[in-house]
């Protein structure tokens, strides 16, 4: 069964991420990174090959094998059951429109009737624990550039050094895949409280104000995680998205479904077939309970 070649479709995403690089405002202030149809023509004129590369079988019998593709690893898979719909998920103008629309509207709405709640929040941080109210956290990023996600500190400042006196070697080998332990030292009184209630994520709806996230896609990860936990395929997926504050992982399970496993990429990587913006009402209506019962919050 031929695999997709994804690796070509990841470099046209990356190559139109570097072009657009030098315009950081046009960037995040609209989709209009998003692939364009001649684009979407180059990516799917990467699957025809000449018969010496498809073993001289006729169109008709490689759309038929086709029609099933699987991507095989040992920490996740995907199964794209047609070609053809997941190349034209890399071009659905309507919906990217709709989505940073709804996205403008609603973040800079939620900024304004939440800031009492922000302020407050603020002053906790500040008041309780020595160093900045928000800390930027190096995140990748859509077409794979590093972006920089907004939370409130939930952590004391010498954190590192906290992680290698406190942790012992089961802690420090979870904190390296996951990026998050079990009873962390590190976190604050008032940390705890925020990351428990997901209050610490608030500032990233400034990240979907900008443009550099959105509401819903998969959650923003460091490098480290993206190179170690993804596949080349599933980097090429990861890249063509914007990362999101509501996702399937953060819906489903949060910190229970876990990168070791590999349930973590599967949900993540699911969600680019699925999106649309039914789907994304959908998993942020799904998401209210979640953060309520504190289901995987650490």
């Not at 990841?10 to 609209?30: L, P, Q, T, W």
Request: glycine share 6%.
């Amino acid at each position: 069964m031929r695999r997709p070649r994804i690796e070509g479709n990841r470099k046209i995403v990356m190559e139109n991420s570097e072009n657009d690089g030098h315009n950081c405002n046009a960037e995040e202030s609209s989709e209009a990174d998003e692939p364009s149809i001649s684009e979407e023509k180059e990516i799917l004129a990467l699957n025809e090959r000449p018969d010496s590369e498809t073993g001289g079988l006729s169109q008709a019998e490689l759309d038929e094998r086709d029609a099933e593709a699987h991507f095989y690893d040992t920490t996740q898979t995907i199964q794209i059951k047609n070609l053809k719909h997941y190349y034209k998920n890399f071009h659905k103008p309507v919906y990217f429109f709709v989505k940073r629309c709804f996205d403008l509207f609603v973040s800079f709405l939620l900024i304004i009737i939440l800031s009492p709640l922000l302020l407050i929040v603020a002053l906790l941080v500040k008041c309780t624990s020595k160093g900045p109210i928000i800390f930027a956290d190096k995140r990748v990023g859509k077409g794979g550039k590093t972006i920089h996600v907004y939370k409130f500190r939930s952590m004391y400042v010498d954190a590192e050094d906290r992680l290698k006196k406190y942790l012992t070697p089961e802690q420090y080998r979870q904190w390296q895949v996951e990026r998050k332990v079990d009873n962390d030292p590190r976190i604050t009184k008032v940390g705890k409280f925020i990351r428990k209630t997901s209050i610490d994520e608030l500032p990233q709806l400034f990240n979907i104000l900008f443009g550099s996230m959105s509401f819903v896609g998969p959650r923003p990860i460091s490098k480290m995680e993206f190179d170690e936990n993804y596949t080349p395929e599933g980097q090429a997926i990861l890249n063509a998205m914007k990362p999101g504050l509501f996702s399937n992982w953060a819906v489903r399970g949060r910190s229970n479904v876990t990168f070791q496993s590999g349930e973590r990429q599967k949900l993540e990587l699911e969600y680019f077939n699925k999106r649309s913006v039914w789907y994304d009402i959908k998993l942020m209506f799904l998401l209210i309970p979640a953060v309520f019962s504190h289901n995987g919050a650490k």
